[in-house]
Structure formats: C-alpha cells, structure tokens
C-alpha cells in the first residue's frame, strides 16, 4: 500500500495491520527500539516506523541504512511522539535494496548547487519532492482551469520551419551528418526537405485553433537556444499560451486574473504540506504573499501612466524612465509597491513589442499587456492581435519579415478575420513564484541551460 | 456569448435575448428569409440562425458568405425544424470579417488529403471539429487519471545528450553554423558542449522520479527521426509513460487496464456528439467497439502460448510464427479474434526487447507485455524494470552499451533499488482508435513527417 492512501484513510487502518514499501530517510537506533523515519513519496509527510525487541530480526534492523528500500507489515497505532498523529509498529521489516554508506543524499543539509550535480537523487529530497509535487499539481491546475471552460487543449508543433520570432536564437534541428559536411548545406537533404529549428512559441499556430475552436490553449515545452545564464533563464522550459476569439484586451485582463487566482488556489488546497514547507524554509511569508493575490483586484494602468508614475516619484532609478521605451526592473518593482498589488499595464510603445499586435489608433502604441506581480515581476505578457489584414501585412513590410512564409497566418485576416487575443506565461516563473526558489534550475527536473545537459 | 454556455443553459435562455459570435458554416438565403448554419467552434451543434424581413438590414443579409464572421443578437426560440431544438431568431447581424468566394473551405465533402494542405484551415470542418476537440479531453482524461491516483506528472528533457534508444533515429539539435563547418566538428563549441539530439522516451529520467515519489507519468512529446512515411508513423508524437515504484508486471497490467478504461469512458461521457460523428462518418461500430472494450476482462497469456495458439490454427499466416521471435500484425489480430477481446501478451523473448527489462530466470525471456487490442493492434508497451544491478550491467555489457553515459540509471540499483514497472503509450494510437481516423496526419494538428514541416 501506498502512504497517501494510508494517511488518507488512517481513521480506517487505525489498530489494523498494514504493509507498506519505501525507503529509509533517517534512523535512528538505540538499544532497546529504533526509530525509522520512512516515505515512499506519494506524501510530503513521512511515516514513522517503531520496531523494538518484539519486531523479528531486531538485532539485523538496526543495522538497517539511510536509503535503502524496505519493506513493513505492522500495525498503524496512535503515536504519542511530535509532528505526527500515527506511526507504525512494525511486526517485520524486510531489506528490499540495501544502500552503501557512500550514499551521496545523507540526511543533513545539501546546498542547491550540489544537489544539482546529483539530479537524479535529488527528488528524494524534502526540498524536490514539495517542488516537484508542487509542479504537477500546478500543471492539472491549469488543465482543469481551461478544460473547465471549454477550452480545446492544442498541441503546437515543436519542430518548425518558420523562424519569424526567435531570429538567431533557435536550435536548428537536423539528420544531416554535419561532420561529414564540407561547407555546402543542401536543406532538400534535410530529413524535411528544409531548414528546421525548435519553435520558441505555439501562439501563431494556436491563432489557427482560436479561429476554429473560439478557446484554445497550448501546454508544451518551448525552446531558446539564448547563451545567458542567469538564474531565470533556461533553454527548454514549459508554456501556456490561451488565444480566445471574440475577446478584446479588457476579456483577456479578465481571464489572466481569474486563471492566475484559481491556479494559486488550487495548489494551496491540494498541496497544504508543501505549501507550508515553502514558507517555513524556503520563503517566509510565502502563504501570506499568495492568500493576498487571491483577494487583491488587480490594477490596470497604460504604460505611458506608468511613465508618468516614475517620473513623478522622488525615487532614484539606476534607468531613467521615458515614454515610448521598455520599463526596468527596478520601475516593476516600484509600480507594483506603488499600487500595493499585481498590475496590468497595457498600451506600450510598439516599437518594443512583436509585429502581430493590435496596432492603437495613436499609431505609437499597441493593444499589449504585461502582468506585473509583487515579488515575481513580469509574469505573463499578452496582446490583442491585428486582425486588419493591411494593417498586418504594412507592419510586416515595415520589419522587413517574410510574408510569404507566414502566408496563413496572414490568410487569417482574410477569411472571416475576427477580434482575438492572447497571452503567454512561463510554467517555471508561475513556480518559482508559487515555491519561493530562485533558480530555475530547481523547478525543472532535468534543466538544459547553456554548457549543461546532463541526464 | 459562447456557444457551449448557450446550449448548457438553454433553458435559462430560451426566449430571452442573446449576443453570439462566430462563422457562418453555411447560408440558405431564400425570398423571404434565410437561415445561417452558425458555429463558434465551442460545441460540435451548431445554432441555427433565422432571419427575415424583420430583421435589420434584410437585403444585405441574404448576401452574406460562408466563412464570414459575424455578431447576431437575437431571440432564443424553440425550433420545429429538424435536429436541433432551439434556434436563434435574429434580429440583427453584424458582419465582422468577410470571407471571399474563393475560401476553400466550402461547404461540400473535401478529401482528408486536401484538407491537410490547409492545415491551418482544417480545424473549421466538422470531422476535425471531433478530431481535436477528443484529442484535447482524451489529454485531460489521462491526466486526471493519474492526478487522481496520487502520481506525480513529469516533465521529461526533450532535448537529451544520450542516445541508448534512439540509435541512428534521433534528430541532432545543434547550434553550430554547419553551413560553415569543414568536415570537422568541434562539440565542445556546440551550446551545450557536448552532442545533443531529441528525445525518443523520457522512460530512464521517468525512472529517477518512480524512486523518489513511487507513482510518476510524463506526457509529452517525442521524437523519431524514422523515414518511414506509413499511416501510423510521425516525426514528432506525444507520450505517456507511467512509471511505478514497488509494481511488478501484474500490478502494471491491472494499471493499464484501469486507465484505458477509464480513457474510453470518460471521452464517452464528455464527447458524446463528436463519438456519434465517428460513429456515423468514419467508423460505423465504433461506440459499440469501445463499449465493449469498457465491459471486457483482458486476457493475459504469456508469448510462448500466443506462438502455440498460432502454430495450432488451421490459419495461413504470410509470416509463420516462431517461439523466440517477434509476431506480426496479421498475428497480433489473430490473437485478439481468439480471445474474443484485448490481450495482454508477456514474457518476451529477451533478445527483440530493450535492455531494462527484468530477466526471467530461463534466461531467454523478459518480463515485458504488450497491450493488444481489437482494432488498434499494439496500444501499450511496458515491463517490469530490472532493478537487480549485476544483471543489468551484464545485459548492457552483452549489447556493448556505454556504461559511463548511464552511470545515474545504473546507480538507481544500487541506491535502496526496488521493484518498478512502467509503460508507453502513443497518444495519437490512442486517438486513432478513440476516433476511427486511421492516418496520424489527421489526429497531430501540424503533424511532421518526413519530407515535410508545414506551417
């Protein structure tokens, strides 16, 4: 049996004998008993196992090591120890896999970055295992979120030909012998017939889908073959891109915050333990910090508003704030604490922002937004898209693009064109913000980062 | 409005006054009145929409063209036409976004084949209506399968720097300029400083994650760099791939089981007009197929009694059937008439399985299963892993494998090792037997194939 329906019906099992699989976390042995500290995952809290003289093989057992598997039949008995209303009085313990001394995850405190050098033990870590339930959880919260309202879950392609928005920062994808090469490429050998790269997003495609299906969404892996490494950057991270027809900038501020709100609700409902665990160890104030998002009203202000805000202030920026440019780090941080809460500023300078956005009648400006968040920065970046076709295919021109390789694309706005919009979020940033931890190195499993693939 | 909230509550709504969006699928414009065949893409029912002389702009409505978009306000009414029961009685429509004469996708039969060179269009005809809209809820009810069971969903790497499985199948990812490269290459300058290539099976990382939480599934995508351009191959494919700690071969199948039927009921019970459509249009038997599937037990025989059934039968097989030897389709559906249902088949011959299956002690066979199933052939592929360390390094030394590269997949069996099972399951098999569609082409939405990476 597995610990999460133990615990889940321990009422049930109580006074009743039980046997269960995991693997030691601690021991500790003494003369008469011994203590072991046992999971096998499926819960953040670990059961404690009592076995003493009366247990079979007593002597054997305490010889028992930190990781190695086990299995326990015993009875499941009210415990009088702290942290824990259960535990388990083993009748037999039996060594499944024995563990050498050298085991690398001894219990006692690991920085992150060795852990990183052991990624395929560091899961079993207190630290891992909150972080990763916590990523899955929050993965079908979304799910639930979009299916919920009638959202058609989209698989965007991931190899792609066309290379429009990550110019220079794609990975090309080939079956060509490269070291065979002798500097002639022929893409007619390729394995497509063309040069293919990995996509750095799903949304031209997801546009498709929105003009079929009115919801859509996509839940996939993107890439960026971009050389920084900082702690927020990672070349294959996951994404969620929603593009809705028949809704404008406000209808798409509506969903951000009534998506972002149910998202961090259902984590702290299903993962109580984990939460808690963040907030304890990881970040304090954690649990404050997301009980607060859930009743806040998210303000909505134009970037140029936002300008003014800056100027206005006595603060000292690094950046000076201007109209028409990208606003800074130091100015998010700012507006968010100037407006006590998560801010939606919309309307930026369009020469900053990606060709597809609805263009403003100030011919200055486009129909963008970005979610700023208290002690997260910017979580989501979204648009309303040009659904002019002229308007489109003029700003193209305007950025020298390829119009014939976006030729559906643009054919969008030429059969039954319609309002529409979108936006993208970060899985890793959402987690990072959900669990407090940094880097996000240590919200992916296995993380790809520039000089690093390993496992 | 959307269209899905409108059907929902048509009670709610009926004669009251409603706003919609969406496309006209169809026009029958007549002396007195029309009628739109409308559909927003939320539901597979389309509304239908009347309009006559009363309605605002009488003349210009009747000139109205298919694949336009449109905004109507009207009155829900009950409908004495044929097929549906309400319909919207408008009193004014609005065109958004016209649609040429010449949209391709006119209201007529199209062949699948064509309508794969509008891709970008074909999510708007019905079939592919069905098609994406169970490829989405079939998504969401594996995952709340696995979310409801207490495992923990996994993000496996894509792109990846070993290649155990894939040999000579993989696609390279590179950020070298190999149209500059002279015969030689220098991997260390490539971006992660070493060779690297997509992904075939996140199963070995899938592995690392069952030791640390018991109960993992990853579902994401994989690649095949396979020249094969049959009906069943594609380039780029979703996966899942469950994987459990303290589950030997027969527990694994009892979780196939359950999960496949929970898969097949669920879509019935959410796609109900999409499965009449297959059931209709594509595949006549299909609900009673899948029906019967829910209702089956599922046969569980070992390789050597399948060859001894197939060696027995009086039938002609182009291949004759062989103990220690793989079997083929027309084998395959033999088996599955025989038993009258789907087949569970174990104990491999070792040498046609991969290198982590657990060995028998006959030391010919492993202890693999394959999912046969009536109509869909091989759905499933799993085994029970081998946990024991020496045999597992003497089978990898047997196949002249690179022991460094999987140190960390070794040192799973030597770190507390366990008992562990998991499967793969293709998500576009599945797809193709949920919905009778029997090209994969027709169930990716921009399926990659080899010699072509459209849109």
Redesign the interface.
């Known amino acids: 049996m597995?610990l999460?329906?133990v615990f889940a019906k321990k009422d049930e099992f109580l006074n009743k004998e039980i046997t269960v699989?995991?693997?030691?976390r601690n021991h500790r042995a003494q003369k008469e008993f011994g203590f072991l500290d046992f999971s096998?995952?499926?819960t953040m809290e670990h059961l404690q196992i009592v076995y003493d003289k009366d247990t079979a093989d007593f002597s054997h057992l305490q010889s028992l090591r930190v990781?190695?598997?086990i299995q326990v039949t015993g009875v499941l008995v009210k415990s009088e120890g702290k942290g824990q209303d259960v535990e388990l009085k083993a009748k037999e313990v039996q060594l499944?896999?024995?563990?050498?001394e050298d085991?690398p995850?001894q219990p006692k405190k690991h920085t992150r970055e060795f852990l990183r050098t052991i990624?395929?033990?560091r899961?079993?870590a207190n630290l891992?295992?909150a972080v990763?339930?916590v990523?899955?959880?929050a993965?079908?919260a979304i799910?639930e979120y979009f299916?919920s309202h009638?959202?058609?879950?989209?698989?965007?392609?991931?190899?792609?030909?066309s290379d429009c928005e990550g110019a220079g920062e794609m990975?090309?994808?080939?079956?060509?012998p490269?070291?065979?090469?002798?500097?002639?490429?022929d893409y007619k050998k390729d394995?497509?017939?063309?040069r293919?790269s990995?996509t750095v997003s799903g949304q031209l495609?997801a546009e498709?889908?929105a003009?079929?299906?009115?919801?859509v969404y996509t839940f996939?892996?993107t890439?960026r073959?971009e050389?920084s490494n900082t702690k927020t950057h990672a070349?294959?991270f996951?994404m969620i891109e929603p593009e809705i027809?028949?809704c404008d900038l406000e209808g798409l501020m509506d969903i951000e915050e009534e998506m972002l709100k149910f998202v961090v609700s259902y984590v702290l409902e299903h993962c109580p333990k984990e939460m808690e665990f963040f907030d304890k160890f990881v970040e304090k104030g954690l649990l404050d910090k997301l009980h607060k998002l859930i009743d806040s009203k998210f303000t909505r202000v134009t970037h140029e508003e936002v300008i003014t805000i800056l100027k206005n202030s006595k603060e000292k920026f690094e950046y000076t704030p201007e109209y028409g440019e990208d606003i800074q780090k130091e100015h998010e941080k700012y507006i968010t604490e100037y407006f006590q809460g998560p801010v939606f500023i919309t309307d930026w300078p369009k020469d900053i922002k990606a060709f597809y956005m609805k263009q403003n009648e100030d011919g200055k400006t486009v129909r963008a937004v970005d979610l700023e968040v208290p002690g997260a920065g910017e979580l989501m970046g979204g648009s309303q898209r040009e659904?002019d076709m002229d308007k489109l295919i003029c700003r193209m021109d305007e950025l020298h693009m390829d119009k014939e390789e976006l030729d559906?694309?643009i054919?969008?706005?030429?059969?039954?064109?319609?309002?529409h919009s979108g936006f993208g979020m970060g899985f890793e940033r959402l987690l990072i913000y959900l669990t407090g931890v940094e880097n996000i190195r240590d919200v992916?499993?296995?993380p790809?980062v520039?000089?690093?693939?390993?496992?």
Do not use: M
């Open positions: 597995f999460d329906e699989h995991g693997w030691i096998d995952g499926t990781g190695s598997s499944l896999g024995d563990c050498p085991y995850l990624g395929y033990l899961p079993r891992f295992q990763f339930r990523r899955s959880v993965a079908q799910h299916q009638g959202y058609v879950y989209f698989h965007a392609p991931l190899i792609t030909a990975f090309q994808v080939t079956t060509l490269i070291e065979e090469l002798k500097g002639k490429v394995f497509f017939g063309k293919t990995l495609q498709t889908f003009t079929a299906f009115s919801k996939g892996p890439f073959a050389n070349s294959e996951w027809a028949f659904e559906w694309y054919n969008l706005r030429k059969y039954g064109t319609c309002v992916i499993p296995y790809r520039p000089g690093s693939c390993e496992f």
